[in-house]
């Protein structure tokens, strides 16, 4: 069974960090990029960074660029999302899912999903 399970979002500061796990199962890892995405209420998704198996990368537009670093650890089959420098409109439920063909920055590509995490950036 495919699974997708993203973990270490909670409520933080502005100017706080998190950093987000997205654990994955029922596949090989190796054979699938990995994309965060993030989705803020009445707001469409939006792609935040991939990562594939040569840890080749890809981020999203200058809202992300240079506060959130994605990377991934096969052994654990697990994929990292470290962001800094938080902010009130990066509050957002966010998403990692697996992509074995596509665009990374096409959320419609992907081919599983995690349930998502919760993050609130606020003081």
């Known amino acids: 069974q495919v699974q997708l399970v993203e973990s270490g979002g909670g409520l933080v500061q502005p100017g706080g960090s998190l950093r987000l796990s997205c654990a994955v199962s029922?596949?090989?890892?190796?054979?699938?990029?990995i994309g965060w995405f993030r989705q803020a209420p009445g707001k469409e998704r939006e792609f935040l960074a991939a990562?594939?198996?040569?840890?080749?990368?890809?981020y999203s537009s200058d809202s992300v660029s240079g506060r959130f670093t994605i990377s991934r650890d096969n052994a654990k089959n697990t994929v990292y999302l470290q962001m800094n420098s938080l902010k009130p409109e990066d509050t957002a439920v966010y998403y990692c899912?697996?992509?074995?063909?596509?665009?990374?920055?096409?959320?419609?590509?992907?081919?599983?999903w995690g349930q998502g995490t919760q993050v609130t950036v606020s003081s």
């Open positions: 899912a697996a992509l074995n063909v596509g665009t990374w920055s096409r959320g419609d590509d992907y081919d599983y």
């Open positions: 029922g596949f090989t890892l190796e054979y699938y990029a």
């Open positions: 990562i594939d198996r040569n840890d080749i990368r890809e």
